[in-house]
């Protein structure tokens, strides 16, 4: 199995706030990313947080880090159609490795 | 400027072709890397080329071949595929330890 973890699809209301969450498994992890993928398209960074932070907040995405529960969450919030999309998370092993989740498909309904 | 630049967008090949994905990126990031990703699934890494020389090799099948020929340029040589090695090729960069920016891919599709 995967040692990110993420659950695979979020449904929710344009306006709304979604929050996705993320655990991984390896203690020794630095950095903590979240990528966005549009249909069709590649990964744009969206985030990152260090493993020495708890939260950062940057315009409508506030992530959250409970390093002791190994347990990752991005919200996003007043959620837009162009929202929709699907959300990676992954974190950093060393120099050049990514281990990332399954990923999260958010569909934003009207 | 964090563009990663990657050509062709599309590309259809026979199983006895000899092709080439490109990746180009000018922010002066000296590690390059291959993924290739499967519809609905996350990218599964395949190489790394760290100061220009090949750092990681994620046991691909020789049939895929990277080439660095400078900082800024990454290939990705094909032959022989099999339709099974159809997907999203995504070519990424970065400083040494920071984060990654992608490109926006080439889908291969092989027949």
């Known amino acids: 199995g995967e040692d990110v973890e993420q659950s695979l699809f979020l449904s929710v209301r344009e306006g709304d706030s979604s929050v996705i969450n993320c655990t991984y498994t390896?203690?020794?992890?630095?950095?903590l990313y979240w990528y966005k993928q549009e249909p069709g398209a590649g990964l744009q960074l969206l985030t990152y947080?260090?493993?020495?932070?708890d939260m950062k907040q940057d315009q409508r995405l506030t992530v959250l880090l409970n390093k002791k529960d190994k347990h990752l969450s991005l919200r996003i919030a007043d959620t837009q159609t162009g929202d929709s999309a699907i959300y990676f998370c992954?974190?950093?092993?060393?120099?050049?490795?990514?281990?990332f989740g399954a990923g999260t498909t958010v569909t934003v309904r009207a | 400027d964090t563009e990663v630049t990657q050509t062709p967008k599309h590309l259809v090949m026979g199983m006895t072709n000899k092709k080439s994905l490109k990746c180009e990126q000018h922010?002066?990031?000296?590690?390059m890397y291959w993924y290739k990703q499967k519809a609905k699934k996350p990218p599964e890494l395949m190489f790394v080329y760290s100061y220009e020389k090949l750092s990681i090799n994620e046991s691909v099948p020789s049939r895929f071949s990277p080439e660095c020929p400078n900082s800024s340029l990454l290939n990705l040589h094909l032959h022989a595929l099999q339709p099974e090695d159809s997907a999203l090729y995504l070519c990424?960069?970065?400083?040494?330890?920071?984060?990654?920016?992608f490109g926006e891919g080439s889908r291969l599709t092989v027949l």
């Open positions: 992954a974190e950093k092993r060393n120099d050049y490795k990514l281990s």
């Open positions: 947080i260090f493993s020495n932070m």
């Open positions: 922010m002066g990031h000296r590690a």
């Open positions: 390896d203690s020794s992890s630095t950095y």
């Open positions: 990424a960069s970065s400083q040494a330890t920071g984060e990654l920016f």
